[in-house]
């Protein structure tokens, strides 16, 4: 079992940045790629990034490509989001998320999710 927690969610302008982390239990955090998925409001979760196991493979979707970075600190089953260049489109429930295997930007492939943190990021 892998538990997820968001946090680092919150109200910012527009050009602005914000750093979301996603803490994880379980003794296999290493094992699973990690992923970051946003649902805005009327809209359909989509996939943001993920970083793979260990070697530090990355996939961003073309929306978030050179604002957003995703790393990992496997010693402190912790994953990252770093979103800088925000814009009112960036506004969306960020959920972190782990795979054991399976596509990377499919979110029904995935085992665990987390309950979400709040972006907004105002214009």
């Known amino acids: 079992q892998v538990q997820l927690e968001e946090s680092g969610g919150g109200l910012v302008q527009a050009g602005g940045s914000l750093r979301l982390s996603c803490a994880a239990s379980?003794?296999?955090?290493?094992?699973?790629?990690m992923a970051w998925f946003r649902q805005a409001p009327g809209k359909e979760r989509a996939f943001v990034a993920a970083?793979?196991?260990?070697?530090?493979?990355?996939e961003y979707a073309d929306s978030v490509k050179g604002r957003f970075t995703i790393s990992r600190h496997n010693a402190m089953k912790t994953v990252y989001l770093q979103m800088n260049s925000l814009s009112p489109e960036d506004t969306a429930v960020y959920y972190c998320?782990?795979?054991?295997?399976?596509?990377?930007?499919?979110?029904?492939?995935?085992?665990?999710w987390g309950q979400g943190t709040q972006v907004t990021v105002s214009s």
């Open positions: 998320a782990a795979l054991r295997v399976g596509t990377w930007a499919r979110q029904y492939d995935y085992d665990y």
């Open positions: 379980g003794r296999t955090f290493s094992a699973f790629v």
């Open positions: 970083i793979g196991t260990s070697d530090g493979g990355t």
